[in-house]
């Protein structure tokens, strides 16, 4: 069974531009959640997608945005690139029932660096 | 608000040396717990989780976790340290309050296991 694919998987931009990444969740899962990696603040939520709907936010700007699309892919966009948006994005899959949690499995991540 | 604290950022052990790795978390509902590895140049993997039930938790790799509700804690132990054990450990909690498939991680302990 194929894990969770993640594309681009590097990924190098100015700032100011901004930059979408993609998420292909395990097939059957229905829930999608991003994460943002840094060696200073550590794993941070994002937000969660659940059959194309927003479930969760973490605290980051509106800069941050996502959506899924209902076969169940997720992206999520970041506008007006920052130096400190530079880290690893890593998207997380799980759900195959509403109103449930349940286990998350990680794909490798994209890694963003902002010049 | 709920958070997640690991008390040593730096393990440094030999093979076949015993391992505790420390985890308390601040939320006193029901709560799903969870410990990722992350090997050098890899993805987050699971290498146990708590739900329900027996409070002693096994995982991959030999791993054990055990939840003791009254501490808030859900430390991780293995008997007998392998140098491929060296990687990164995250300790994540997943409140039913904070919504589904929201996972709050601590700052990671990076485990350095010596020949």
């Known amino acids: 069974k194929a894990g969770v694919t993640q594309t681009p998987r590097y990924l190098i931009k100015t700032r100011g531009q901004q930059v979408t990444l993609s998420c292909s969740p395990i097939s059957g899962h229905r829930s999608v959640s991003w994460y943002q990696q840094t060696p200073g603040q550590g794993l941070q939520f994002l937000f969660e997608y659940f059959s194309e709907t927003q479930r969760n936010k973490g605290n980051f700007p509106g800069r941050f945005s996502g959506r899924q699309f209902s076969n169940s892919r997720s992206e999520m966009n970041v506008s007006t690139l920052e130096l400190g948006d530079s880290a690893l994005y890593l998207c997380?899959?799980?759900?195959?029932?509403?109103?449930?949690?349940?286990?998350?499995?990680f794909g490798p991540g994209t890694r963003l660096t902002v010049l | 608000a709920q958070s997640v604290s690991q008390h040593n950022h730096h393990v440094i052990l030999s093979e076949a040396a015993s391992l505790e790795l420390g985890c308390n978390y601040s939320?006193?509902?029901?709560?799903?717990l969870f410990w990722y590895v992350q090997y050098p140049g890899q993805h987050l993997q699971l290498l146990l989780k708590y739900f329900s039930g027996d409070p002693l938790v096994k995982g991959i790799k030999g791993f054990e976790a055990e939840f003791i509700k009254s501490k808030f804690s859900f430390n991780l132990r293995k008997p007998s340290v392998q140098w491929s054990d060296t990687a990164e450990y995250f300790c994540a909690v997943n409140s039913y309050f904070g919504g589904y498939n929201k996972l709050i991680f601590g700052a990671g302990t990076r485990l350095a296991v010596h020949p």
């Open positions: 939320y006193g509902g029901t709560v799903n």
């Open positions: 997380a899959s799980s759900g195959r029932t509403r109103g449930t949690t349940d286990t998350q499995y």
